[in-house]
């Protein structure tokens, strides 16, 4: 069978098989190991099945991984985020949307020692949901902040998205945590920006909450020291060039654990679950990642990345247009598929185009990154949305997705501003320790 026809017919059985309800991991790999049988052999098929299983467990700089996700349970087990939500609504609760400024400086401040916007998300709707509904928010505000905000969690570093990146691309993951930071800090201010726009054309969306005294926006300040210090030990130990990747993490798990005693939340029980939940949220990328792997090979044999890279290089247009042609399949990707899986899928056929077009590969890694993010609160899937739904079960999806639209406006308006002015990812990278 021609490689092009058994690839079609490949991703049509993949989407089938997620229709069906089947874990993308394991539709990916199902898809890729019957698509390698009937272009080589069983033997070839299973071979390379175990051989990829096998090498994936045993790659060393895949640690990373589990390290900042038992970093994130720990963080938030160890009531992390609601000394940082606090913190924030006592400086800005008492504006008009000030606990939904809140929200999203919480958000921000916790990804800075998660990684995961679905972890961020959950964490943080516990927490702000409540208070923003005890003082009358909109619905649409209350819950789209939230969503919004976790997406931040895949972009402040430390980032899952930015190691998998890394790893897949052969880019520093240093530079792609330190690239993370700039945009990071400009998607608070673009949401928060974003807030205060809706509340002043419609106050009603978050009415003001009572102002804090001044010697309790100090305590506040005072409750989170041990965040910001596990945040710039783990990431100004990459700056300096003290720690690599694996190392940072690892310290970082370590001093998560050392900031739950000493706010006294530490427990047998946190560490269990923390542990727990770290084993169950590392299958399921290892799965997740096995399965692209596997696709990914399956395309190589096809010749697939080639094709697609002569015929996107080949198109008479500029670079700028072929990468915005490129951004907007990820937006719709973005819409139908799981984030992680999506770059493990598209990143090996699309990372040579952009090695060929002359682009920097750690700005193109956090534009990715932010488009992912728009996939997240996006329908039909975004993820964060349908986390968000779990917590509100009384507010209709239909109500979230409304609420989170404006932000995705703001997203896109800095996507573009990224674009054009690509230093505001790459200056801090430019200057740490060789």
Avoid at 55 to 76: D, H, K, Q, R
Avoid at 212 to 241: E, H
Avoid at 369 to 381: C, F, K, S
Wanted: net charge neutral; with cysteine; proline share 5%.
């Amino acid at each position: 069978m021609d490689p092009t026809v058994l690839t079609i017919l490949l991703f049509v059985v993949l989407f089938l098989l997620l229709a069906a309800g089947m874990p993308i991991g394991f539709a990916m790999g199902l898809s890729a190991f019957l698509g390698t049988l009937l272009l080589l052999d069983a033997n070839a098929a299973l071979a390379l099945l175990g051989q990829t299983a096998y090498e994936t467990g045993l790659t060393y700089n895949l640690s990373v991984v589990p390290m900042f996700v038992l970093m994130g349970y720990i963080a938030g087990g160890a009531g992390l985020s609601e000394s940082l939500y606090r913190a924030c609504n006592t400086w800005l609760g008492h504006r008009r949307g000030g606990l939904a400024l809140a929200t999203i400086g919480g958000c921000g401040a916790f990804a800075a020692i998660c990684g995961s916007s679905l972890a961020t998300a959950a964490t943080m709707a516990q927490i702000a949901l409540p208070e923003m509904r005890r003082y009358k928010y909109d619905d649409r505000l209350a819950t789209g902040a939230v969503a919004a905000g976790g997406t931040i969690g895949i972009l402040i570093p430390p980032s899952v998205l930015m190691v998998i990146y890394g790893l897949l691309t052969e880019t520093s993951i240093s530079k792609l945590f330190l690239a993370g930071i700039v945009p990071g800090a400009l998607t608070v201010l673009f949401f928060m920006a974003t807030i205060a726009i809706m509340t002043r054309i419609d106050p009603k969306l978050g009415p003001p909450a009572e102002r804090a005294p001044m010697r309790a926006k100090i305590d506040a300040l005072g409750s989170v020291w041990g965040t910001l210090l596990l945040f710039l030990l783990v990431i100004g130990g990459l700056y300096i060039g003290i720690f690599s990747p694996t190392e940072a993490a690892s310290i970082g798990a370590i001093g998560a654990l050392v900031l739950g005693i000493i706010n006294r939340r530490f427990s047998r029980a946190l560490l269990t679950n923390s542990l727990l939940d770290t084993v169950k949220t590392t299958a399921m990328i290892f799965t997740i990642l096995i399965g692209a792997i596997l696709m990914n090979n399956f395309l190589i044999l096809a010749s697939v990345p080639n094709l697609i890279s002569d015929w996107f290089t080949g198109l008479p247009l500029g670079k700028h247009a072929i990468l915005m042609v490129i951004l907007a399949m990820y937006f719709v990707l973005g819409c139908l598929l799981d984030s992680l899986a999506m770059v493990l899928l598209t990143i090996p056929i699309v990372f040579p185009i952009i090695n060929v077009l002359g682009f920097d590969p750690v700005w193109f890694g956090i534009i990715v990154v932010m488009v992912v993010e728009l996939g997240l609160i996006t329908p039909p899937i975004g993820m964060n949305v349908f986390v968000i739904k779990g917590i509100a079960r009384d507010v209709p999806l239909e109500t979230i997705f409304r609420g989170v639209m404006p932000f995705v406006v703001a997203q896109v308006i800095l996507i573009l501003l990224l674009v054009a002015f690509p230093g505001i990812a790459l200056w801090l990278p430019s200057t740490m320790s060789r």
